[in-house]
């Protein structure tokens, strides 16, 4: 029965409130119109009818809906429009029992336009609501199992089971999916060692195997900002963050699909969640590389990700790919972007 209805009764129960709630409102209208007093008094009814069994449903519905807010895994941008979807949700759902309430006291009377004209407000307010349901499952994917990842040039997807990169990342409380969004900035959090480094001109590095011993200080720099950015993952200390990050306006760190824009939504909302989502996140890093050009550039490397998701006690197993922005300010590299992806070890 568990796998019917996966993860959440919620989108089930939600069509019956709306459709009900909806169907009711245009009913009342209808039943002001016309000469005919028997059918008036039917289609009021009807309309009684179905506003009472749309107050019963949006009860339930917004119950689940909470159950649903604290427990499918997301990331910082879809819990800001979840939180949206839900304070709509509990405005028209609430607007609409009160509506529902008036009319049982007044059961016996015609509705009048004022009653009409509030519910219709209330239907307007709970269209909003659908829409941003609609919005954050077929945006950020919330409540979805699994995602396709696309991959290579054109259209390569894989049928195994590769899991899912849909871009959130689990907090605990609801707020991180650290099944897809942990492994944005998936690292080693004691040490970066590069298996291949490019550095600039008059830094040796012709045989293809970089002995850090020689690296350059730029070369040290970088891998120590990358170092201290990924034990602040695992640790969910944002300090590494505030320091080696450029803080600008337009910011966005992108993550399997999903984003974090602005440093301190990044380190606010998906940094210093990630220690109580995944107490034992281990990060690991390999095959680090590090680009230059002039006061810019650019590391990339394979990722790991491994831990245990507390709400929901799945364990991660995660390989990715990871990209780090830098430019030089004043001397000192500041990272200015991020953007990483990842799925499930195959089998």
């Known amino acids: 029965m568990t796998e019917l209805i996966e993860p959440n009764i919620h989108p089930i129960l939600v069509h019956f409130a709306y459709a009900l709630a909806i169907t009711s409102m245009i009913s009342y209208w209808l039943s002001g119109l016309g000469n005919s007093e028997d059918r008036k008094a039917s289609l009021r009814a009807a309309a009684d009818w179905m506003l009472a069994f749309a107050s019963l449903a949006i009860i339930a519905t917004i119950a689940a809906g909470f159950q649903a807010y604290y427990t499918v895994a997301h990331d910082g941008p879809s819990h800001a429009a979840m939180t949206t979807h839900r304070n709509w949700a509990v405005l028209s759902g609430t607007a609409i029992l009160l509506i529902a309430l008036w009319r049982w006291l007044k059961r016996t009377k015609r509705v009048n336009v004022l009653f009409k004209s509030l519910l219709t407000l209330a239907a307007i307010s709970l269209s909003v609501t659908a829409w941003w349901g609609g919005h954050i499952v077929y945006n950020y994917g919330l409540g979805v199992k699994s995602l396709p990842t696309a991959t290579g040039d054109g259209h390569d997807h894989d049928h195994g089971k590769a899991g ?56 040290k720099a970088i891998k120590a900002i990358i170092s201290a950015i990924l034990k602040g993952w695992e640790d969910g200390d944002g300090t590494p963050f505030w320091d080696h990050f450029l803080d600008f306006e337009g910011a966005r760190y992108f993550e399997s699909g999903g984003q974090n824009s602005g440093l301190s939504d990044l380190v606010e909302n998906h940094v210093e969640p990630e220690k109580d989502a995944i107490p034992d996140l281990t990060l690991g890093l390999s095959d680090l590389a590090i680009y230059y050009e002039g006061d810019f550039a650019w590391a990339v490397a394979s990722t790991t990700v ?42």
């Open 164 to 219: 899912s990169t849909s871009g959130g990342h689990d907090h605990s409380d609801g707020h991180h999916d650290g099944a897809d969004d942990t492994d944005l900035q998936a690292g080693n959090s004691s040490e970066v060692t590069p298996s291949q480094t490019m550095v600039p001109e008059g830094h040796d590095n012709s045989d293809g195997h970089h002995d850090h011993e020689m690296d350059s200080d730029d070369d």
């Open 306 to 347: 491994q831990g245990t998701l507390v709400k929901s006690g799945t364990v991660l197993d995660r390989t990715g790919k990871q990209t780090w922005l830098f430019r030089k300010i004043d001397g000192e590299w500041k990272v200015v972007h991020t953007h990483s992806s990842s799925r499930a070890k195959r089998k």
